[in-house]
Every structure is written in C-alpha cells, then in structure tokens.
C-alpha cells in the first residue's frame, strides 16, 4: 500500500465517491486516481464506453472488402468497408459468435471474414455467412458480429464502445465534417505512423498535452517554432503584445478567406470535446517544419500558403494539428492504469510526391512527443512516491484544470447517477470553433450553445 493512503483496496464506489468530494477545486488529483487499477477498472466500465475516438483513416479502408485490426481502448476490433460510399464503414468486435475466438489476426481484403478457428465465415456487413453446420432450431441471424458504433467524419473513422453510453455526436459530425474537408482530411493518405508507449496512466498523458507551460523548459524545438507559446507558455505583457501584434498582421492578410474560419485569439481556452482554432504559426513560417518551409503540397484546395495551423479536438482522447500541408493525428489510447498507447500518425495529400520527405513531415511532433513520454513518466514516477500530494494548477494549465474537474464530476454522476448543482455533463454545441464566448457558452455543460 501507499504511504499517503488514498488508494483503494477492492471496488469500494463509496470511497472512489469521497475521493472525488474530497478533490481540491483546481489541483491535481489524489494519488489513487493516477495508480489503482481498481480506479481504472471503474472507468473503463463507466467513462470509457461513453468516448467517442479516432480508431482509423479514411484512406486504411480505400475500397470495398478492404478491412483493418485496430484498437478501442482495450478491445480488439475489425474496421471494415462493405460498400463503395464513404459511410459504408462497419466496425465490429474481434470476436468469432462460435465459441469466442479471435475472428481476424491481422489486415487484409476479401468478400468474407472467415474465422480461423472452425472457419465460420461473415459478411463484411456483419451477419453470419456459413450455417450449414448450424443445429436445428439455432437462428443464423442471431449470430451476427457484434456491431461496434461507428461514424465516419470528414475523413476519420469513429468509433464507441458502448451504443446506449454514447453521447450523440451528429452535432459535433455536422460541424465538423466541412471544416475537415477544407483541410483535406478526407483526400489524405497516410506517410508515417509511430506508437510512443507512455508507462503513466491515460490522465497524467492527457493533463500533459493539454497545457504548454511545460513548453519552454520541455520542448526547445516546439518552443522555437510555435508562435503562441508566447501567451500560452509563459505570463509576460511584453511576449503577449508582440504575439497579439503578430495575431493581427495575420489577419491583415488573410482576410475572410474561406479557410480562415474560427480563427484563434487571445485567451482561447479550448475547452471543448469537439472544437476547432485556428492560429498563425508565426515568426513567417509557413508551416510546422524545422526551418518553416513547406515539406508537401498544399491540403484542401488551397491556393497558397498563409502561414497558419488548425487544431482540432475530436473527443477526448483524439487530436489533430493542421498546418497547411501536412496533418498529425494523435490517439490516446489508456492501455491499464499505468500505460497509455500514444499514437500519432502522418498524413498528406493523395496526390503528393512519393518520394515527400517524411523525416521532415514528423520532426516537429516526433521530437515533441518523445520528449512528451519523459516528462510524463518522470511525473508517474514521482506520483507513485510516498511524498506526492496534489499541487495547484497555475493559470497556464486551466485547459488541464477544466478536463480534471469535468472528469470528476463526470465520473461523480455516472458512479451515483445524480448530479449535484454545478456539475457538468457535455453537450455538443452548434458552434464548433474554439473561441472565450464559445468556451464560455459551454462552460455550464448540459446546456447545449446558442
């Protein structure tokens, strides 16, 4: 047991309840929420299934017949295409409706997805193909794949664990859908894919990467290339008037261009599931490569570079970062309460060179995010000393503050299914980009945004 004991022995909802009320407004989290595997165990049964994740591209899938394995938190599924239509995508559970055994071990084509085991064969639309061998009385049409709920995005494939726990997410696909086209999400294909296993639980990975105060100590090559570190990573009237002077000449010439939606300004908070910003990268780079000039072809029809990047949060645990000519899609992945699967993967244009420098396509996000798993091991090992108490979050790390105290109160509500006064339970506003008033319309969640 730990010294400073707030961690759990058994499933004891009562006291994960007390550990909650006993949570600090605005510091981090007690020590039992970062280690128990019984703490996990309990979101994994109640958080996880209502999270809508990125689980592919597009593009993994390009025709009919084509299949793929991925992972959804800690299952396994098969992400199929069964038709020509972009919404003609399945997802189902790994699992042969036999006796259990794994259907699929790894990608591949074909009309039927034939199990290895015992060779009962399915369609790519789910229902069983073989019943010859079925007993009499045995329905062939109840022993179907179980279907897992999927939504494809302008491009990115969702996937959820759980249909009746699902937050509705047609309002965050219909504004999202178009703002992904006009960055050619959609039109991508894939150049690079790396997965950064992180030995630290799934919040601390989060908490992390949804602040930059570390950016300045931590990343010098992101803290060279990024503009906005100004304002996000450090507190200096001086930095953040030059920024704000920078923000400005940006727009001068941008202008209302069609790609210039939801641009980002001075204290955007970005606290949404699913939000879009937009911001220049700064300093006259062009795009988010080590010397600021372009590594690909223009994405989404543009006509020029102008120099900014779109951020896109798609969820909780999915990200993606836009600049002009290339994309980064990040997948947080909780593996057990000490280990997350961080993956990012690489994307461009589907009709740019083959032979794009995909070295210089990952350097910024590469270099970052192996700097990324240090930090944040580094901090799993000091939350697992017996000296770890919560400490405060300054206001450079709000973004992290805000996720903790919605998660808690998320979690509070789904343990004992009533909601105190001031508690939160997101609803996907109509309006999508990242902005103060958006943040602020939305801060109250359960009321969706006007």
């Given at each position: 047991m730990?010294?400073?004991?707030?961690?759990?022995?058994?499933?004891?909802?009562?006291?994960?309840?007390?550990?909650?009320?006993?949570?600090?407004?605005?510091?981090?989290?007690?020590?039992?929420?970062?280690?128990?595997?019984?703490?996990?165990?309990?979101?994994?049964?109640?958080?996880?299934?209502?999270?809508?994740?990125?689980?592919?591209?597009?593009?993994?899938?390009?025709?009919?017949?084509?299949?793929?394995?991925?992972?959804?938190?800690?299952?396994?599924?098969?992400?199929?295409?069964?038709?020509?239509?972009?919404?003609?995508v399945?997802?189902?559970?790994?699992?042969?409706?036999?006796?259990?055994?794994?259907?699929?071990?790894?990608?591949?084509?074909?009309?039927?997805?034939?199990?290895?085991?015992?060779?009962?064969?399915?369609?790519?639309?789910?229902?069983?193909?073989?019943?010859?061998?079925?007993?009499?009385?045995?329905?062939?049409?109840?022993?179907?794949?179980?279907?897992?709920?999927?939504?494809?995005?302008?491009?990115?494939?969702?996937?959820?664990?759980?249909?009746?726990?699902?937050?509705?997410?047609?309002?965050?696909?219909?504004?999202?859908?178009?703002?992904?086209?006009?960055?050619?999400?959609?039109?991508?294909?894939?150049?690079?894919?790396?997965?950064?296993?992180?030995?630290?639980?799934?919040?601390?990975?989060?908490?992390?990467?949804?602040?930059?105060?570390?950016?300045?100590?931590?990343?010098?090559?992101?803290?060279?290339?990024?503009?906005?570190?100004?304002?996000?990573?450090?507190?200096?009237?001086?930095?953040?008037?030059?920024?704000?002077?920078?923000?400005?000449?940006?727009?001068?010439?941008?202008?209302?261009?069609?790609?210039?939606?939801?641009?980002?300004?001075p204290?955007?908070?970005?606290?949404?599931?699913?939000?879009?910003h937009?911001?220049?990268?700064?300093?006259?780079?062009?795009?988010?490569s080590?010397?600021?000039?372009?590594?690909?072809?223009?994405?989404?029809?543009?006509?020029?570079?102008d120099?900014?990047?779109?951020?896109?949060?798609?969820?909780?645990?999915?990200?993606?970062?836009?600049?002009n000519?290339?994309?980064?899609?990040?997948?947080?992945?909780?593996?057990?309460?000490?280990?997350?699967?961080?993956?990012?993967?690489?994307?461009?244009?589907?009709?740019?060179?083959?032979?794009?420098?995909?070295?210089?396509?990952?350097?910024?996000?590469?270099?970052?995010?192996?700097?990324?798993?240090?930090?944040?091991?580094?901090?799993?090992?000091?939350?697992?000393?017996?000296?770890?108490?919560?400490?405060?979050?300054?206001?450079?790390?709000?973004?992290?503050?805000?996720?903790?105290?919605?998660?808690?109160?998320?979690?509070?509500?789904?343990?004992?299914?009533?909601?105190?006064?001031?508690?939160?339970?997101?609803?996907?506003?109509?309006q999508?980009?990242?902005?103060?008033?958006?943040a602020?319309?939305?801060?109250k969640?359960?009321?969706?945004?006007?």
């Amino acid at each position: 047991m730990y010294a400073n004991d707030k961690m759990l022995s058994g499933l004891d909802r009562a006291r994960v309840v007390r550990l909650i009320d006993e949570h600090r407004k605005d510091w981090s989290l007690q020590q039992a929420f970062y280690l128990d595997p019984d703490i996990f165990a309990l979101e994994r049964e109640l958080w996880f299934p209502r999270q809508w994740v990125i689980v592919a591209h597009l593009s993994e899938v390009p025709e009919k017949g084509s299949y793929v394995i991925r992972q959804l938190f800690d299952e396994e599924i098969i992400v199929a295409r069964h038709g020509d239509g972009e919404d003609d995508v399945a997802a189902y559970y790994n699992v042969c409706t036999h006796r259990g055994s794994r259907l699929c071990v790894k990608d591949g084509r074909g009309k039927l997805l034939v199990c290895p085991y015992h060779a009962w064969s399915f369609r790519l639309t789910g229902e069983l193909q073989t019943r010859r061998d079925l007993p009499e009385g045995v329905d062939g049409d109840s022993l179907g794949l179980h279907k897992v709920p999927t939504k494809v995005i302008g491009g990115l494939v969702m996937c959820g664990l759980d249909a009746a726990s699902l937050p509705d997410i047609e309002p965050a696909a219909a504004g999202l859908t178009d703002l992904l086209r006009e960055n050619g999400v959609a039109d991508a294909r894939i150049v690079a894919r790396k997965n950064y296993l992180t030995k630290a639980n799934w919040k601390l990975v989060l908490e992390n990467f949804l602040e930059c105060y570390h950016c300045r100590p931590a990343h010098p090559e992101y803290f060279r290339v990024n503009g906005h570190v100004k304002v996000t990573a450090m507190r200096d009237d001086y930095n953040a008037a030059e920024w704000k002077q920078e923000i400005d000449a940006w727009h001068s010439v941008i202008g209302d261009a069609e790609f210039h939606k939801g641009v980002w300004e001075p204290g955007d908070l970005d606290t949404m599931p699913f939000a879009m910003h937009r911001k220049p990268i700064g300093s006259g780079r062009l795009t988010l490569s080590d010397d600021g000039r372009p590594v690909s072809c223009l994405m989404g029809g543009r006509g020029k570079f102008d120099g900014g990047e779109n951020g896109f949060r798609i969820g909780r645990l999915s990200f993606l970062s836009a600049p002009n000519d290339y994309l980064t899609m990040f997948q947080m992945i909780p593996r057990n309460a000490n280990e997350t699967d961080v993956i990012l993967t690489w994307l461009v244009d589907k009709d740019a060179e083959a032979s794009v420098d995909v070295d210089k396509i990952s350097w910024m996000w590469d270099v970052t995010t192996v700097q990324d798993k240090k930090i944040t091991e580094d901090n799993a090992d000091g939350i697992a000393s017996r000296a770890y108490r919560p400490g405060p979050y300054t206001p450079l790390e709000s973004q992290t503050a805000f996720f903790i105290e919605t998660y808690l109160s998320q979690m509070r509500t789904l343990i004992t299914g009533e909601r105190r006064d001031g508690d939160e339970a997101w609803t996907a506003p109509s309006q999508l980009y990242a902005s103060p008033q958006a943040a602020r319309k939305t801060r109250k969640f359960g009321q969706a945004a006007s």
